[in-house]
């Protein structure tokens, strides 16, 4: 009975996230804002990813941040150096953003004068997984230094997401990692997901990246 009972528990939590998710969703389309949440574990480097979005893409859109994290002032002030829009969200103990802690934080935010939301979650590759934000994109960073099975080994969280950005192939060689066979891996996971291999010390593939945030937003959010 214990059992059942924590079941219960957590499907009427996920219930009730997707319901804030909608309407979330519903608040963002009201004021034209294309949303992505981007997931991946620490290190992977998603919050350098943002910030060179951001760079490649501030003169043609206007673009908000929320930093989520346990201690969320870090990423928050790396996103406002780039003169956008930050909104820092602190999670303490839990371990992901959730749609109720978003909401929130767009009434904070100024969404009539934004085009783009770049939603950081909180770095892991499994609590993420269940909680729809709200965003119309779902973006996962990984990185070759966390291992040639780290796909395999989370399969949940890329099947729930558009795009999957396998990073730091500048170090594959020196890692002994193959990211083909990461990329092989996603996309028997997920085969209608993109998958990117990038270097950010190099900018290899960030126009790909780039490309996908401009298409979601000028093609249809999907």
């Not at 085009?115 to 965003?135: R, W």
């Not at 730091?168 to 997920?190: G, S, T, W, Y």
Request: proline share 2%; with cysteine; glycine share 6%.
């Amino acid at each position: 009975m214990h059992f059942v009972s924590v079941i219960d528990v957590e499907r009427d939590l996920l219930k009730a996230n997707r319901k804030i998710a909608h309407k979330n969703r519903a608040l963002l389309d009201r004021y034209n804002v294309v949303a992505f949440d981007f997931m991946g574990a620490i290190g992977s480097g998603k919050t350098l990813l943002i910030e060179k979005l951001i760079e490649r893409l501030k003169d043609r859109y206007n673009i908000g941040c929320i930093a989520g994290d346990v201690i969320a002032k870090y990423d928050g002030e790396r996103f406002k150096k780039h003169g956008v829009e930050v909104v820092p969200l602190n999670t303490g103990k839990e371990c992901h953003l959730d749609a109720h802690l978003v909401s929130h934080a767009l009434e904070d935010l100024n969404l009539e004068d934004l085009d783009l939301l770049f939603i950081e979650n909180v770095g892991n590759l499994i609590c993420p997984t269940d909680f729809d934000l709200g965003a119309h994109k779902r973006v996962v960073v990984v990185s070759v230094t966390e291992g040639e099975d780290t796909v395999r080994k989370h399969p949940m969280i890329f099947k729930t997401v558009d795009l999957t950005v396998i990073n730091k192939i500048d170090v594959a060689e020196a890692v002994e990692v193959d990211p083909l066979k990461m990329k092989r891996d996603a996309q028997d996971i997920n085969d209608t997901m993109e998958v990117v291999l990038t270097s950010l010390k190099t900018n290899e593939g960030l126009d790909r990246v780039v490309d996908f945030i401009v298409k979601s937003k000028e093609g249809g959010r999907g």
